[in-house]
């Protein structure tokens, strides 16, 4: 059964960085794509990078470039997104949800998200 | 980024009635599109993925469908526990957009 289970939640001040966690079982670590999407309270779904578990290589959406990195274990089948130079409107709940080759494979399992709060 | 206009962004409906919800795309996506049920404080669940395969487990009463970039979203007779929040998802062009969300609401 493909798990994928995340860090709790967190409470950081402005300025601060946070990592979270994302670990998967389940299927095999390699062949999936890990996305991090987060929503912000009462707001859209909003998609803030990827990572390719197998090589390592990322993709950032041009909003969180310079503030998010994404890395992998392998050893752990876990992902990590850390964001930094935290501000008040980053406080989201974070989800990271994987993606694999044809659609059935889209964003189909989630983690159970790890809520962010960024306050003074 | 693909632009992915949802309407409506919110409706009250009765048990019964047929909803429909539907996302336009900016430009042609092919089929790569999938909708998405949220509950409140609960994580997104994939309802139909590739336009209009539905996932498993996920009762008959919702269906997909896609003509051109337009994609539609309907359950045939709503239900109590369908309420919540409905995004669409668009993953044929990178990044990945969603659709702003329609908000469903039982009378």
């Known amino acids: 059964q493909v798990h994928l289970v995340q860090s709790g939640a967190e409470m950081k001040k402005p300025g601060a960085s946070v990592n979270v966690s994302c670990t998967t079982s389940?299927?095999?670590?390699?062949?999936?794509?890990i996305h991090w999407v987060r929503q912000a309270p009462g707001q859209n779904l909003e998609w803030m990078g990827r990572i390719n578990p197998s090589s390592g290589s990322t993709s950032y959406t041009q909003k969180f470039q310079g503030r998010v990195t994404m890395a992998s274990d392998s050893s752990t089948t876990t992902v990590y997104m850390e964001l930094s130079s935290l501000r008040s409107d980053d406080t989201a709940m974070y989800y990271c949800?994987?993606?694999?080759?044809?659609?059935?494979?889209?964003?189909?399992?989630w983690g159970q998200g790890t809520l962010v709060i960024v306050s003074s | 980024d693909i632009q992915m206009t949802q309407s409506p962004s919110s409706l009250s409906a009765s048990v019964g009635d047929r909803l429909t919800i539907t996302c336009r795309a900016s430009?042609?996506?092919?089929?790569?599109l999938n909708w998405y049920q949220q509950k409140p404080g609960k994580v997104p669940k994939r309802l139909i993925y590739g336009a209009s395969s539905l996932e498993s487990g996920v009762p008959a009463r919702f269906s997909g469908s896609a003509f051109g970039t337009e994609f539609t979203l309907t359950i045939s007779s709503l239900q109590p526990e369908d309420f919540g929040s409905y995004y669409c998802l668009q993953h044929n062009f990178y990044p990945p957009t969603f659709g702003a969300g329609t908000k469903v609401e039982i009378k």
């Open positions: 430009q042609f996506i092919r089929n790569d």
């Open positions: 389940g299927y095999t670590f390699s062949t999936y794509y």
């Open positions: 949800t994987r993606y694999g080759s044809g659609s059935f494979n889209v964003f189909d399992h």
